[in-house]
Structures are given as structure tokens and as C-alpha cells.
């Protein structure tokens, strides 16, 4: 029996002096990093001019992030079970006056790069002008461009100012279609009265040109009265 | 995407038509009337000594009914279900196991056991016994299920087994683990043993996964109510499930195919050999696949569910027994291998667990009465996901856990007695995720954690009888345990549990009570977590040092049996407890911004009532059991999704040949679940009741040797649920053929 024990103790000395003794009495809780998060980074762009567009909001799950002045974006996403089983989750690009996307992306650990192209929405005035055709008439010109073709425009307008015996009046004077540069560019045209009859003179130092779009997209400028 | 869950409809269930189902009943009614009733009974002794054998396993192979002998050796197994080619098998340690066909048994008549003797003319006394934990702890409610029923039950999923438990609640689906809860805890609040080895994960829930072992591998399965079990208890809150698999010591082999909805097939097999009159071999397998159809997404919020054609799962389940007898003692080596692996498009998750335990109980070295235990379960789970353009994304969890355990009965006088127990656990585990393309891979991150506990426990137990009247007897437990984390943690625990037993002729009544105090110590990743903000400085709203969880409970029960024969019934067992259990520390993740914080504020009471009725034979061939269990949880925070009520009702309906018929009725009630919303903010939602129906048909006969069974069960037949929304809930439908040579 003594020489069972003895084989029994010689074969514990060597079984625990073979083994890692810290492991296997100690403990460690130091891992590299146990917070799993996903980087996703990407920029977000016009459609049409290609130029990155500026405070676009992105919405990734129930994450927000919005780009920078160059269109970048970074978001530290944390990684959920849902997203290790390839899960989708729902991003929202959005950006006033731009049509908003909404799609589906997979999150994966490490990097992940998406970029977003929007197409803007609303028309844009490019230009106006006001020109003297007598003493008490003037026309008033404006180009419009809308990427969604200049069928899409519900309506242009002028907004002028008038002052007769005291009372200023704002007078809103619809623009219509004159030239069809491209499909979707024209220019806009109306008769604006100098002195009217009803409102008096015209006071106005700065005009304002609206646009409104079928889908409710509008467009504001102001310009200069030249004379 | 998502849909409401009428979506997965694979079986119009009206096809049963109601007079099919009359002709059922009155066919079934009639093969009842054509059997017979019996009692098989006997004396165990030893063939030298003639002394009576206490504690000697008795079996009926085919009936599968068993007993261990009482204080002088006697044993009577009442069976109704009689059968002309079972077989009567007695075992004992240290003795030659004594076979006969049960046609030629002598009824009442002395068994003799022959002593195993190594050395020829050397007579052997076995003082050695088997320490049967669960019987051993303080007094608490338990519930069993033997093979018979399991086999009626006829489902291949041993969570829906606990279905006929009552105040247990089941949820997961084979990706998550399908895990148990008792009495309104938590999965990981319940211990979970195959065969006294502990198999509750490592990973962030620490709960068991029962899909470990599939339901024909099982003997028998046990559960332990209560938070305070002193020697199988440590963190359980909830209670102890135990679970022994079958190890059969005749000749026989089985073979069972299943074919059910969802595409899912079965095939089983075992193979039972006594390779000598001392060594046996026992192996069982299960090759399983599936087409779930559906996603598991844990975060998916109630009745949320996406729908994916594209998934299919294989499960492979392998268990083999090896058991040698010595003439003091027994050596078993037990080896579990569970294989999974689900795909579906550019993504790939395969599992392997493996579990090899080995242990000697009996007496060796003029040491008396104990059992050592050393096991070894470790759990590989790899994770490939391929993303278009960037490579593939590994991630690689794995575990292990080394557990070896010593257990010693003392009898310090025939009125007192001691087991202690003593374990030590080396726990482990390493994650690494890697990213990995064609031309280069890169590690993103590793972690390698671990830790060791050793701890020790003991229940002192003192019986005596009631003076002046010899049936009232009564019995005192004195529960100990102290856990020392290699981390510093460390405490010192007790129980105490009182049982009155009040024994008459035809009835049984046993009062219990007990009290005492459990803890819970942090898993290895909520420890690795704490550390991990604690480095980047995001402490400042949560607690820097994680706290072991610490529970009290205390229960008072009563269990009646009455074995007045009447023409309705044979025998009758009801249970009655009322509980109480108080968490402190409890931890609570909850995410917030991009991070996740711990809170561990929590206290919570969980207080309640459960009672059961049985009914055994009732027109001798049917079973009625009703349960009912009331919960009331202070903090849903910590307990979400516990129905504040659940109901069940099973009837069952067995022959040896021919028809056998289970089933079961339950009712969920309310739950309160609660969920983040989009800023982060706690919101509560209350989830409805619900009902369900499974059932399971079956018919078995015998040819020669051969048994054959037929069988068919359908699970949630009466599904309207939507909330356990990682449980996969739909209508099941299986058709089951097995084989069985004797």
C-alpha cells in the first residue's frame, strides 16, 4: 500500500507542478476588449452634383449620426445579438429638400463602410431678374431648375411690395411658364405693375421668387430690385 | 418581413374529426377491460451471509417500473400493467446481477445475490451504497418523471418534458439552448446535473442547455424545488433539475426513426451490451435535422418574427456508459458528445460539446461509502459569417470547465447521519473574433478568461420516532456549504429543513419546512465586463465592484398519499407548498447609448404557491394529474415574462401492449415583459394568457424479443401565443416508429 501512495504522490507532483499553477488557482478578467462595437463610417452625397452634402441626419437602428462639412460620417455601433446573426437593421438618411432613403444594411464586427446618395428633392431658383419696360411697367424673369423635370412645378411666384396713401400692401404675382431650356430646367414670366392702380407704388428694394413643387418641396430667394 | 405567427401553419388540424376520436376512446376503454392487475414482490439477500440487502436496485426490463429494497430487503412493485415477457432484473453493488423472466418468478419468493469475489473462497460484505443526492438534501418539493412516461410523451425534446411539471416554465429554441426555469426564476438560477456532473454553461447567462442529451437517453428525470439545496444547489436560486440516463445492464438494441413538420427527421439507435458479468456498455445516439423556417433573433421584441426559408440545423447527439463493477465498488466513465450546426445563407454557427466524466463510488482503500467524481465538459462554438467584399468575420467561443467532487456518507449513530461533499471547478474561456480574406486575417479581438472555486458542504440529518407511537417518525437537517472564489470572494452559508412523517396503514402524511440562504457569484464575462469599463472610464453611473447574488428562501409543505383502493382510483398523491424567495444584489444589464450598463440595485421578492393531485389508476389504465401554481414577483425588471399563473392538466392512458395515450392541457397567465424604446427608456408591456394542448398517441406490441412502437404527438395544438418570442412556437406534428430487441 505504501508504494501506491507513494506513485499516487509522485504522479500529483508531477501532474500540478506540469500544469499552469496561476491558472489553475488564480483568475484573470482582463480580456482586450469585451465592448463590441462596429465602426460605420461612409459619406453621404448629392445624386446629381456628385458634392457631399453637409448635416445629412442618418438614423441607424435607434442610433443617430449627421456628416460633417466634407459628407463623412462615423458612427460607433454597438454590436447586439440580433446583429451577430445577420439581423438587418433599418437606416433613414435624411436632409431637408432631399427625398429620404430608407434601406436595410447588415453590421458586421470591425469596419463598415456605406455610402449614401441623395437625390434632391425640391426646385431650385437659379436665377431672377427684374427689367423696366416703361414708365410704369416691368417684367420679372426667373429660372428654375427641378431634377424631377419642370412638370413637377405646382407654381412660381413673385412677391412684391407696394405702398399707396400709407398702406403697404404684399402682393404675390404668379410667374408662368415662358422658355423650356431642358426637361427640367425653364424660365418663369410676369408682368409686375410699377404703379398699380389698386396698390399703389412699388416699394419693394428686395423682391422674393417661390417655388412650390407637386410634393411639397419649395424653394425661397430673395434678389435685388435693379432700378 | 415580419408577420403575425399564423404564418407557420404546416398541419390543418381539423382534419381530426371528432368521430374518429369516439371510435378512439371506446376502442381503448375495451382494451383496458382485457387486462389483468399485479403485484410482483419479493425478499433481496445475500447468498453467503443471507443477510437482507438494503438499497438493491429491482427492475422490471420491459415495464420499466423499479425500486430499491427497503431496511430488510424487501421489495413490491405494484404494476397494472402486467407483462408476460418482462423481465425481472436485480442489481446490486458488489453482487452478480440476477436476471429472470418474469413467467418464471416465483411470486414473494427470496432472492439470493451471489458476492462478486476477486479471490476464489474470499467472501465479500459490501458495505458500500449508493449516495443518492437528491434524496439526501433538506426537505423541499421534487418532482419525477420515469422512462415510461417519457416514452408516452413521445417528443424529442426534453423541454417538453417539463411541460408536465408544475411551476416550471421552458423556453429557447436549439441556437439560444433550451433552458428551464422553476418557480418564476431565471434560466440561470436553475442547476442543471446528467448524472451528477454539473452542466450549466459559461457563457453570459450561465444557464444549462438541454439539448445536450436527447429524451431516449433518459432514465429518469428529477426536479428539486427551492433556492436554499444545500450540496446540489450552490447559485440556484430556482432549483435543481437532475437528470440520470439510461444505463441498462441486459442485452438489447433500439432503433427509432421520426418524421415530423418542418421537414424535421429523427433517427435514433442504442446498443445495450454486457461485454462481461462485471463490465457493461451502454451507447445511445440521435442524428437530428430541421427546418425551423423562422429566424431566432433574441432582441426581436414579443410577437415579432421574420420568416426565413433558407435555414436548415443538424443536431447529433452521442452518449456512451461504461460501467465496471469491482467487488466494492463501481467505476462508470461516461462520455456525451452534442454537435449542432445551423446555416443559412453567409452565415454558419457549428458547435461541439463534449463531456467526459469518469467516477468511482463504492469503498476502496478501507475507506467506506464514498464517490469521487472528475469531469471535463467543454464547449466549442465557432461563428463564420461571410460579407460580400470584406472576407469573413470568425468568431470562436470556447469553454471549458474541469469539476472534480468528492462525497462521503458518515453514520455517526443509527440516528445520525453526514454527507459531505467537496468540489473544486477550474472554469475557462477564450473569445476570439477574427476577420479573414483571402490574402490576409486579422485578429479584432481576444479574450482569455478564468477562474477556480473550490468549495465544500455537508447536510447532518437526525431521525427519530415519535415515543409511545411507532408511526409517526420525524427528521431534522442540518445544511453547511462554504464557496471560496479565487478572486477573494468567499461565504459560509446554512439551511435548516424539518419533515414530520406520519405513516398509517393506507395513508401518508409528511409536513415539511425549510429555511436558509443561497449565493450566486458573478459569471466569468460579467466579472471580464466590469474590469473592462472600469479601464475606459465609464463608471461614473454604475458600480465599479460586482457583488455575488444572495437569495433567502423558506418554504412549508405537504405531501398526502392514500392508497385506498376504491373502483375509481388505486391511489392517490397530492402536494401542497407555499415559498418565498428574496434576491438581493441582482444584476441587471440594460443597454444604454453604446454601451451597456449593470445595475445592481435590484432586490426582489418572489412569493407563491404550487399543488398538484395525482391520480393513479384511475379504471386502472388511466393517470390524472391537475397543478396549479401562483406567483407573485415584486420587480418584473429582474423577472420578465412569468406568468403570475399557470395551470395544467394531463391525462394519461397506458398499456403494456397496445394503445398508450398522453395528454396535457396548460394555461399561462399573465406576464409583464418591458423593453427598450427609441430613447432608451424603460417600457413595461403586459403579455396575455394563453393556452395549449400536446398530445401523444401511440401503439405498442410485442414479437418475440421485439417490441414495436407507433406512435404520433402533436405539440401546441391550441398555440395562440406570441410572447416567449425566442421559443419557437408553432404546431408540431411527429410520426415515430421504433424498434426494440430484447
Known sequence: MITFRFILIIFLILVVGGCDLDKYTGYNYEGESLIETARITGNVTNTFTGTPILRATLKFGNLITYTDGEGDYLLVYPLGTGDERNRPITVVVSRPNYFQIETEIVVYPDKNIHDFALIYAAPIIESSSLELISQSEAICYATILDYQGVDDIENVEGVFTYEGEGVQTVVQIPLNEDIRFSPNRAQFISNVERISPLYGDLITKVYQITVLDKSGYADTRDFIRPF | MRTQETLFDPFNMDQFSSRSFVTLIIFLVCSACLKLNAQIGGQVIDAKTHEPLKGANVELTVSRIGEITDQDGFFSIRSNLQDINDTLVVSFLGYEVYIIPVSKYENNSLITLKPISLDYGDSVVVKAEFIDLPKKEIPHASEQLTLREIENYGTGEIADLFRSFSSIRVEGNDLDGRSIQIRGSAASEVNVYVDGVLINNLGLDNSADLTILPTESIEKLEVLKGGNLTLLGKGAFGGVVNITTKKQFNRSMGFQAKLGSFDSKYFLGEVNLPITSRFYFNYFGQFNSFFPQIEYFPDELFSERTENKNIETTKQNHNINLNYFFKNGQFSTKFIGYFFDYQKPAWENSRENYLISTSYKGSLLHINDFEINGSYFTSADNLVRSASGSGEF??????????????????????????????????????????????????????????????????????DQLQNSSYVSWKTHLGFRGDFVSNGNKDFLSTIGAQVDINKVDWKLSPYANYGKNVKYPTLFENAYIQATEKINLVDTVFTRINPEYNNSAEIGLDFTLNRSTFLYKNLSAHVALFSNTVYNKILRRPFDFQTFYYQTGRNVTRGVEASIKLHQVLNYFGLKLDYTGLDISDPLFYPFKPDQNFGAQLDFSLPVGFYFTGRYFYQGKSIAWYLNQEGAIQTQTIQEYNDIDISIGYRFHIKNIELTLQTAGYNLLDSSGFQYYYLNKRYLQVALSIKYY
Open chain 2, 394 to 463: 470568425i468568431s470562436d467561443f470556447n469553454t471549458r470547465r474541469l469539476n472534480l467532487k468528492l462525497l462521503k456518507k458518515f453514520y455517526l449513530n443509527q440516528k445520525i447521519e453526514l454527507h459531505i461533499l467537496s468540489e473544486y471547478f477550474h472554469d475557462e474561456l477564450e473569445d476570439v473574433q477574427k476577420v479573414r480574406d483571402i490574402n490576409f486575417q486579422e485578429s479584432l479581438f481576444a479574450a482569455s478568461l478564468w477562474e477556480n472555486r473550490a468549495s465544500f458542504g455537508g447536510i447532518f440529518s437526525f431521525a
